[in-house]
């Protein structure tokens, strides 16, 4: 059976179970429109008069309560959360994709946070629309997919939330490709949709 947990507005995308148990989010304040083709939903162009901020959220799922742990890093508003993974330290790397309108695009980046609201840095800047992200299972890589460029980045990790400054791209795909999520198996192996 399902039961509904809480509302979410904006637009919510990234989750995961996090280390107290409760659901931590990406939302990307509604920065897609939504676009029916050939009776499937697809995310359109941006809409300002339903976007409402991007936000890192929790939800604690006992009582649906909804808390907004981030909504900015140093004075930048958060455009467009989309993905997060967190490390066995309980802290997490997420990507902002930032919004896309008809001839702007903004250059985001990757964050570091605390779950219970205390810390949030940049770690990596600039990229181009980031989207998938995931750890290797020693930690000591954090792996970054970029949609347009339909890039697959790898950063050597020297502590939590810290990389060692080396950006190495780890694929690029001929042709015409986009990336979106990425997952890590227990090989290592980088699996991206």
């Known amino acids: 059976s399902k039961q509904k947990i809480a509302d979410i507005p904006g637009g919510p995308n990234g989750i995961a179970i996090g280390p107290d148990g409760a659901i931590y989010l990406c939302n990307n304040g509604g920065s897609f429109s939504e676009v029916d083709f050939l009776g499937l939903t697809f995310p359109g162009p941006f809409n300002p008069d339903n976007y409402i901020g991007g936000r890192i959220q929790r939800v604690d799922i006992a009582t649906g309560k909804v808390t907004d742990l981030y909504t900015e890093c140093d004075g930048i508003k958060l455009r467009g959360p989309n993905d997060l993974v967190f490390d066995k330290q309980g802290g997490m790397w997420f990507t902002d994709h930032g919004i896309r309108e008809h001839r702007t695009a903004d250059f985001t980046g990757i964050y570091y946070a605390k779950t219970d609201g205390s810390m949030i840095k940049e770690v990596i800047f600039p990229l181009e629309a980031p989207n998938g992200i995931g750890l290797s299972p020693k930690e000591d890589k954090l792996y970054v997919a970029e949609t347009p460029t339909g890039r697959l980045w790898s ?13 190495n791209m780890m694929a690029q795909l001929p042709d015409y490709h986009m990336f979106d999520s990425l997952a890590v198996d227990a090989d290592g192996n980088v699996c991206v949709a």
Not at 155 to 167: S, V
């Open 155 to 167: 950063f050597d990790l020297k502590a939590p939330g810290e990389i060692t400054g080396a950006r």
